[in-house]
């Protein structure tokens, strides 16, 4: 006879700057709802750098990014994520890997975080080969010269990166 046990829920949190949330972030943020029961995408607050995006409007962007999958949300923290997590009940964290400069920084990120916690786990996500280059800086960067960075975010963020630089996307009146 087997006693039975009732089943973990599995809360994680992907945290991040998302400034802004790009299709590699999204990426990332499906295949960990199709692994875990909730995900929350938590914007993290810098005390020092500040963001492109204020973090209300990049909690709105996520927000409209990932509308289509039903067991996430956004959400902002402030302090160390690993409290944060603490303090949803979370016991996942999730985190993204696009190329081996990546790792190192993690993994001690990861450590720390055992240390920390040792009952929240870090697990890697490496999204496919054609958004492993798609960085929010590098947006940002093709965004300010003027160039085609639409392809590299979800609708919502191109929106609010055009009216950041009308000078260059600007719709022009229909006569």
Partial sequence: MTESRPQARYLAVYPGSFDPITRGHLEIV????????????????????????AFDERV???EEAIAHIDNTRAAHYTGLMIDFCRAIGA?????????????????????????????????????????????????????SHGGQFQPFVPESVARAMEAR???????????
């Fill in 30 to 53: 499906e295949r960990a709802a199709s692994l875990f029961d909730e995900v929350v995408v938590a914007v993290g607050h810098h005390p020092i750098k500040r963001g492109f995006f």
């Fill in 60 to 62: 709105r962007m996520i």
């Fill in 91 to 143: 016991r996942v964290i999730v985190r993204g890997l696009r190329a081996a400069g990546d790792f190192e920084p993690e993994f001690q990120m990861a450590l720390a975080n055992r240390e920390l916690e040792p009952e929240v786990e870090t697990v890697f996500l490496i999204p496919e080969p054609t958004k492993q280059f798609i960085s929010s800086s590098l947006v940002r960067e093709i965004a």
């Fill in 165 to 175: 630089y009308p000078e260059f996307y600007a719709s022009t009146p229909k006569a």
